[in-house]
């Protein structure tokens, strides 16, 4: 998310935070507000103004997808963008996407 | 149903396609569908009141886990769905499965194919490829982030290539079809654009590249139109469901956009302004009789976005296009915006025999009311996904052996360099008892030496698993990808399996190389996250600072290391003024020597480590126990996520941006 690259188009709808669940007071207890069901991390969402969540990484076929990294996580992904994004545009979605496979396909074993 | 009503005349002009699409002999009209989370496939058949489960395979791995990790989930998008086609010309459709190992073809007579490499992410078509008449396999596997499309034959002792071709780029999409009308069945790959391949003599060559707005996500291949020619139906980013259709003219051949949507999103998000883009995307294509007039109707699944002011818009929908008998596709229904639980695929056929043909979006059944609209009449089962319609009859399976590795011992499928595993792989055979199984481990390269390589398993037991013996695996430098090689051998059966590694950097060492940007980055970091910096003052050379390293590794210590601090690690030779600077002592008796910082670059501990050495050496020993508790005292006070969350909110409401809150651990 701090590559050059993403950084800004993420900037262009989001406030980003990184909540450490074993190293923040009440970073559990947050988790468990927006989790239904214990997926493990990384797990992200999707909060809008009033703290209702948009949408969050529980791929509702396949689970949390925590680090998008297999086709089915990325399609997810993408799909939880598309979602949320107001000025990130389609082809930036996209974008996003070709960069987590590239990402995959040079740093996670198989 | 219409397709069942004309399927004889059809089966004499395509038979290879009707069959390929699941049209065929008679036999249990069933759907099927992926359990979730099993990870088995199970046929249902409409009953009475609902569904009934006529048949449940066995999970084609035993660990769920390792199943979602795997294309062998259909309910997930882009994944590789089941084929129904009669695969051996025994007169009776079969169910044909790939996985990243082999494939399987359920049916009257099963039998189970091990493919020669490993097909992780990839798609499975079935079309005679060399023109004996025959079906064969045709995959296409992402290998190095491109695609290679490989046909295959079936013979008694397994496949054989038919032929191999690369494609330029990433795919997510394989379908066959005869789409220029010659009798003949085509390929079409597709993601970023739509690669129609053809059989020319014996070689496959790129027909035609049909470019596409966005990626596509979605590919069908029917007569939509009943002129008794296929056309290409598909559907992506682009929130439009196209329609290609051959031409043969003066200038040549060509697949001219014969028919476009608009733009699919709910029409609320269509012509608003300043709620930001809206999206849709062409999920999933099914055609088939829906409504009941004879003609086939167009049924798509979308996924659409956006927001109107504070109204959520984002859903799936379904929606159903009606051809008007000349040139045109009306829509005539769209469901209503369903949020929750998204469907992956839709797919249409008669469930219930009456003649009309039902469609499925996940699990929910639709039928067309007496008013003309679609509304869902039930559930197929619980907890699944519909991956095909088709005829079948009851489906048995394979009596193969079959061996799968499902696991291996080594974490994370990592191995730091220079480092030294004992590793061992898990098993499974689904089918039936293995006996006398072999596993031959080796490396393809040098940067991964295997000793004792061949490991004997004397039986795995039905559905069971068996770790095997371990190997010996060595990590060595090397540009090279780090690869092993695994072939297992049960009975007159072999499977080859690729298996990649994460070849992880060596322990660290000393440098004297860019300390102050190295220190200057470690501040950057325990400010961000809230954590200490500790500084180790050594040498490359010097044992003790080896030993410190190696006791680092260990226990509570390592913990302690990973979530509380940011370590640099800094050789004496040539640091000294910045060595003054913190106040350490690194006189070559006082190394390895601990200077530990706040955030703001403050000495705040300052240690000769000889005191938490386990014993007076040589060789020099940590005690890490001690030296954790050293390190525990500086631990910084941990902050609170409710008030950083307030005040994230506060910023995106502000900014009228969206909260991307994410967690994660020093893990």
């Given at each position: 998310m701090a590559l050059k690259d993403v950084a800004p188009v993420l900037a262009k709808d989001f406030v980003t935070l990184k909540i450490d669940q074993d190293r923040m007071i009440g970073g559990n207890d947050l988790l468990k507000r927006y989790a239904k069901v214990q997926g493990g991390i990384p797990w992200f969402v999707f909060i809008d103004g009033d703290g209702r969540a948009i949408i969050t990484?529980?791929?509702?076929?396949?689970?949390?997808?925590?680090?998008?990294?297999?086709?089915?996580?990325?399609?997810?992904?993408?799909?939880?963008?598309?979602?949320?994004?107001?000025?990130i545009t389609a082809e930036e979605i996209e974008t996003l996407g070709k960069s987590l496979v590239a990402f995959r396909d040079v740093t996670l074993p198989r | 149903m219409r397709v069942r009503a004309i399927s004889a005349a059809l089966v004499l002009a395509f038979g290879a396609v009707l069959a390929v699409q699941g049209q065929g002999p008679p036999g249990s009209r069933v759907v099927v569908v992926a359990a979730d989370p099993s990870t088995a496939l199970t046929a249902w058949k409409a009953g009475g009141s609902g569904f009934e489960q006529v048949w449940r395979g066995v999970p084609r791995t035993?660990?769920?886990?390792?199943?979602?990790?795997?294309?062998?989930?259909?309910?997930?998008?882009?994944?590789?769905w089941p084929i129904v086609a009669d695969v051996d010309a025994d007169g009776s459709n079969d169910l044909v499965v790939l996985d990243p190992y082999g494939i399987t073809i359920y049916g009257r007579t099963p039998s189970y194919y091990p493919l020669p490499v490993t097909h992780e992410n990839a798609k499975l078509a079935l079309l005679d490829a060399d023109g004996d008449g025959a079906l064969d396999f045709v995959t296409q596997r992402i290998q190095g982030g491109s695609a290679v499309i490989e046909a295959f034959r079936r013979t008694p002792t397994g496949l054989v290539s038919l032929w191999s071709r690369p494609l330029t780029g990433y795919r997510t999409l394989l379908v066959s079809g005869d789409v220029d009308g010659d009798g003949q069945t085509e390929l079409i790959s597709a993601y970023d654009t739509l690669t129609i391949l053809k059989r020319r003599d014996a070689a496959w060559d790129?027909?035609?590249?049909?470019?596409?707005?966005?990626t596509v996500s979605a590919v069908e291949v029917a007569?939509?139109?009943?002129?008794?020619?296929?056309?290409?139906?598909a559907g992506g980013a682009s929130g439009r469901l196209s329609i290609f259709r051959f031409r043969k003219g003066s200038k040549g051949q060509s697949y001219p956009v014969a028919w476009q949507s608009a733009f699919l999103a709910t029409p609320e998000l269509v012509g608003r302004g300043g709620v930001g883009p809206p999206s849709a995307s062409v999920f999933s294509i099914a055609v088939g009789d829906v409504s009941g007039d004879k003609h086939p109707d167009i049924v798509v699944l979308t996924s659409e976005a956006g927001r109107l002011g504070d109204k959520d818009l984002s859903s799936s929908r379904l929606l159903v296009f009606e051809f008007d008998g000349r040139a045109d596709f009306v829509q005539k229904w769209a469901s209503a915006q369903a949020a929750g639980t998204p469907a992956v695929r839709v797919q249409a056929g008669d469930l219930d025999d009456?003649?009309?043909?039902?469609?499925?979006?996940?699990?929910?059944?639709?039928?067309?009311?007496?008013?003309?609209?679609?509304?869902?009449?039930?559930?197929?089962c619980p907890s699944c996904a519909v991956g095909v319609i088709?005829?079948?009859?009851?489906?048995?399976?394979?009596?193969?052996?079959?061996?799968?590795?499902?696991?291996?011992?080594l974490a994370n499928g990592m191995i730091t360099q220079g480092d030294t595993a004992d590793v061992s792989f898990t098993l499974y055979s689904p089918w039936g008892e293995a006996k006398d199984v072999t596993v031959t481990v080796s490396s393809p390269n040098a940067k991964l030496t295997v000793a004792n390589g061949v490991l004997s398993v004397p039986a795995i037991p039905a559905s069971g698993r068996v770790t095997t013996p371990t190997f010996t695996l060595t990590a060595h430098e090397g540009k090279e990808p780090a690869q092993l090689d695994v072939e297992i051998a049960s009975?007159?059966?072999?499977?080859?399996?690729?298996?990649?590694?994460?070849?992880?950097?060596?322990?660290?060492?000393?440098?004297?190389?860019?300390?102050?940007?190295?220190?200057a980055q470690a501040l950057a970091i325990a400010k961000d996250e809230n954590r200490r910096v500790l500084i180790q003052w050594s040498g490359k050379a010097d044992p003790a600072g080896k030993a410190l390293i190696q006791a680092e590794t260990k226990g509570d210590l390592s913990r302690t290391l990973l979530y509380e601090y940011a370590v640099v690690r800094a050789d004496v030779a040539g640091s000294g003024a910045i060595a003054s600077r913190y106040k350490a002592n690194v006189k070559p008796a006082s190394l390895p020597f601990l200077t530990v910082l706040d955030a703001q670059g403050r000495v705040i501990g300052s240690q000769p480590a000889s005191a938490f050495m386990a014993g007076t050496g040589p060789p020099a020993t940590f005690d890490d126990k001690k030296l954790n508790e050293y390190l525990l005292k500086f631990k910084p006070e941990y902050v609170n996520a409710e008030p950083l969350f307030t005040e994230a909110l506060s910023q995106a409401k502000k900014d009228q941006k969206t909260l991307f809150m994410w967690f994660s651990a020093p893990w």
């Open positions: 990484s529980d791929d509702p076929v396949n689970g949390n997808v925590g680090f998008p990294a297999q086709d089915s996580e990325i399609a997810y992904f993408k799909k939880m963008l598309q979602k949320v994004a107001k000025g | 035993a660990d769920e886990n390792v199943a979602r990790r795997r294309s062998e989930v259909f309910g997930s998008a882009g994944a590789a790129i027909a035609a590249e049909l470019p596409v707005a966005g007569d939509v139109d009943r002129d008794g020619k296929n056309e290409i139906l009456d003649g009309v043909a039902e469609f499925v979006a996940g699990r929910e059944v639709y039928r067309r009311t007496p008013g003309g609209a679609y509304a869902s009449g039930g559930q197929v088709g005829s079948l009859p009851e489906l048995r399976e394979p009596v193969a052996t079959r061996v799968v590795p499902l696991y291996w011992s009975g007159g059966t072999r499977l080859k399996a690729s298996r990649a590694l994460y070849v992880a950097a060596p322990l660290p060492t000393y440098d004297a190389a860019n300390l102050d940007a190295r220190i």
